[in-house]
């Protein structure tokens, strides 16, 4: 018989179709949804606003990201342990041991490791909880076995042993018990009771030293001395082969004059290096003569202990008095067992008479026996990590739930807290991980973006975010502009604006774009035109300065006539001012007259339309953008694999960022500009607009229109004459005004 499918449900959000994750069933079906139905395929473990011990939990390969394979993993050995699929809805960080499944291997291990670490704490009742795994030191501070095959002092309960546990670990070290104790293991036992016997055993095989206590001092100053007495014996024989060599191979003067004018207490090895004694050609040294003063000291200490009878020392001598150390040195070489023999030889005989050995080994065996147990104190830490983050994670995973949720207090994993800049709290931020990602398909997500440094006291380390600003106008936002950031656990970092990624923030905006740039363009205009007057104007100046002195003028060139008045140049430039003021007033008039002879409707439409017109195309281009914002481009560059589209409407992006609101207030600023009241202000402009108006009339610039100028000299008293007046007066006038050289 086929197994029945599980009945999925969906909603509609962000733009895309989702699952909904609502109950234990649907998480215990995770394997059977279609993984193109998922809305991300994978995401990093760390920056997230989540718990990273949760996440590495369920990162089960370790490469730092969380698969889809790896969610459904999670979720089978999740709703296999418990009884109840529902009780990972309530995200919380405490279950009752008696949830666990009993009839599952692992839920019958969990079960058994939680009520050992209840005992373990003396805590009352069945309900274990995240703060009672989270130190493991302290779950095993009042234990005596852990599982970790190490025994500590406290592990035994006699005497003896903890006297042989203290012994070991000071003599052969130390390994860390899982109560944070100083402990040993059964290497270290064997190795101990090892070390007892073997220096033991050398011990009673010890020899007579042939000096008595002074043996290792005699040996110590023979060892150090052979060298250089072997040296002045191969001398003397050379001298004694070669008279005429002596003074060659004695003290050379020459090298003690190269110290002497130093202080010679600084140049033991230039002395050091000289022969032991002075060379006479004779093949032995006596005692008495003068031995050089870098080896004296211990020359003297060795011939005070072995006391030789003769008087000189001959190189038979010297072999024989290191023949008496021979069997000593021998024994010596030998030593085992010396990392116990601080520890004395009575001691030492005592813990072998004891010998704990086989106790110690017993208790490292029973403490060994608890292992699997004990392990899975640490596999009660992982699920209680998992158990309460798990249904959070896949409200970010399977579905945007947490993101595109109604409540405020709700907030998807990727956003890390809020900047508060312009009277504006922008709650859609992330840190950014990878700042050339970001740089390549932060724009592609639509929104106006604006991205920021952080620093803050309570970390050295610098922080970077970028913040997305879905309500208002750019308004005073720009690069530069400090502003605070409060990350999710309160922190606060000083924020500073270090990039703009411009795009539609409102309609609204949009509408009074074009005029923006219109001023911007005008203003830029205005401010090029007065600097490039002014560059002209100080250039000017700075030629006519520095020419002054080399082109001092002569007396008589500084009479200069003035130029004659030119009435026809003059009447030409009011010819032309009166002709453009003219076209002005035309171009007025025909526009004051087409309005006039509209209806009110009509005008509002005109003015509709203008405005339309203008801003219309920016509003719309606005608005199809702002339709498309999307907030997978942005989580893909922080290494997310997004697999359903995750668009933010206009509704939605007006949640996302809040704005100043103040209540509706007559107040009054003290510091305002000192002035007329607004009324007045209102009834001067109208009064200069009457004025402006009359004046146009007065001008007859209203005459096309019917309003002619009641002045007696304006043309429609003119063409009344012409009219009236026959043609051959018109001729003859015509005629007159034709000049003499023409008539004939």
Not at 387 to 405: A, G, K, P
Not at 596 to 603: G, K, P
Request: net charge negative; charged share 25%; with cysteine.
């Amino acid at each position: 018989m086929a197994t029945k499918k599980h009945s999925w449900n969906y909603e509609n959000i962000g733009g895309s179709t989702r699952v909904k994750i609502t109950t234990g069933a649907d998480i215990a079906h995770l394997e059977e949804l279609d993984i193109k139905k998922w809305t991300v395929l994978s995401c990093p473990t760390t920056g997230l606003n989540i718990d990273e011990k949760s996440l590495k939990y369920i990162d089960s390969n370790n490469d730092g990201r969380i698969h889809v394979s790896e969610v459904i993993s999670a979720s089978k050995w999740l709703t296999g342990i418990l009884k109840d699929a529902n009780l990972l809805i309530k995200c919380a960080d405490s279950i009752d041991i008696e949830q666990f499944n009993q009839e599952n291997a692992e839920g019958k291990k969990l079960y058994n490791s939680a009520k050992q670490i209840l005992e373990n704490l003396g805590k009352e009742g069945n309900v274990i909880s995240l703060a009672d795994t989270k130190d493991i030191t302290a779950i095993f501070a009042k234990t005596r076995f852990n599982g970790d095959s190490i025994i500590t002092e406290q592990t035994s309960e006699d005497a003896d042993e903890k006297a042989a546990v203290s012994a070991i670990i000071n003599c052969i070290g130390s390994v860390a018990d899982r109560s944070g104790e100083n402990g040993v293991n059964a290497e270290l036992i064997e190795k101990f009771y090892q070390a007892l016997a073997d220096y033991r055993a050398w011990n009673d095989a010890a020899v007579e030293a042939p000096y008595g206590a002074d043996t290792e001092k005699a040996i110590e100053a023979y060892n150090a001395l052979d060298i250089k007495i072997k040296d002045y014996f191969m001398r003397a024989k050379l001298a004694s082969f070669s008279p005429e060599s002596i003074t060659k191979l004695d003290v050379q003067a020459a090298l003690i004059e190269t110290i002497c004018a130093d202080n010679l207490t600084g140049k033991t090895e230039d002395i050091a290096a000289y022969p032991i004694a002075r060379i006479t050609g004779k093949a032995e040294l006596e005692l008495n003569a003068a031995i050089n003063p870098a080896w004296a000291s211990k020359f003297s200490t060795l011939m005070s202990i072995v006391k030789p009878k003769e008087k000189v020392l001959t190189e038979e001598s010297w072999a024989a008095i290191g023949a008496s150390f021979a069997t000593y040195n021998a024994w010596m070489a030998a030593k085992k067992g010396s990392e116990v023999e601080a520890l004395g030889i009575d001691t030492i005989k005592k813990l072998l008479a004891d010998d704990k050995k086989q106790a110690l080994l017993d208790l490292v065996a029973q403490d060994a026996a608890l292992k699997e147990s004990a392990d899975s104190i640490e596999l009660v830490d992982k699920f209680l990590h998992i158990y309460r983050d798990f249904y959070r994670l896949l409200c970010n995973f399977v579905t945007f739930q947490d993101f595109y949720s109604k409540d405020k207090n709700v907030k998807a994993i990727f956003q890390s807290g809020r900047l508060v800049i312009d009277q504006r709290e922008c709650r859609l931020c992330m840190q950014v991980t990878d700042m050339p990602k970001h740089n390549s398909t932060a724009a592609v997500s639509g929104m106006y973006l604006v991205y920021c440094d952080c620093t803050s006291k309570a970390s050295p380390a610098k922080l970077n975010i970028v913040a997305a600003v879905t309500v208002g106008s750019i308004g005073d936002i720009f690069v530069g502009k400090n502003s605070i950031y409060y990350d999710n656990k309160g922190e606060v970092w000083d924020a500073v604006i270090t990039k703009i990624i411009d795009n539609p923030i409102s309609v609204g905006q949009a509408f009074w774009s074009p005029y923006r740039r219109m001023a911007t363009t005008v203003e830029n205009l205005i401010n090029k035109s007065a600097a490039d007057k002014d560059a002209a104007i100080m250039k000017d100046v700075n030629a006519k300065i520095n020419a002054a002195p080399t082109a001092a003028p002569k007396a008589e060139d500084a009479k200069t006539e003035t130029p004659p008045f030119d009435i026809a140049k003059f009447a030409g430039i009011f010819a032309a001012f009166g002709m453009a003021l003219g076209m002005i007033g035309t171009a007025l008039t025909s526009i004051f007259k087409g309005l006039i002879d509209l209806s009110l409707w009509q005008l509002i439409a005109t003015f509709a339309g203008i405005l339309l017109v203008i801003s219309g195309p920016a509003m719309v281009m606005a608005w199809m953008k702002l339709r498309r914002r999307n907030i997978a481009p942005l989580l893909n560059a922080n290494g997310w694999a997004i697999n359903a589209s995750s668009k933010i409407s206009i509704p939605f992006g007006e949640t996302l960022t809040e704005s100043a609101k103040f209540p509706k207030l007559k107040l009054k600023d003290p510091y305002a500009n000192k002035g007329l009241a607004t009324w007045k202000k209102w009834a001067i402009s109208l009064f200069l607009l009457l004025v402006v108006v009359a004046g146009l009339w007065l001008g007859n610039i209203f005459a096309k229109i019917g309003a002619p100028s009641p002045l007696p000299f304006f043309d429609n008293e003119q063409t009344e004459v012409v009219e009236e007046t026959p043609a051959v007066a018109v001729t003859e006038t015509a005629c007159d005004s034709i000049p003499a050289e023409s008539n004939e």
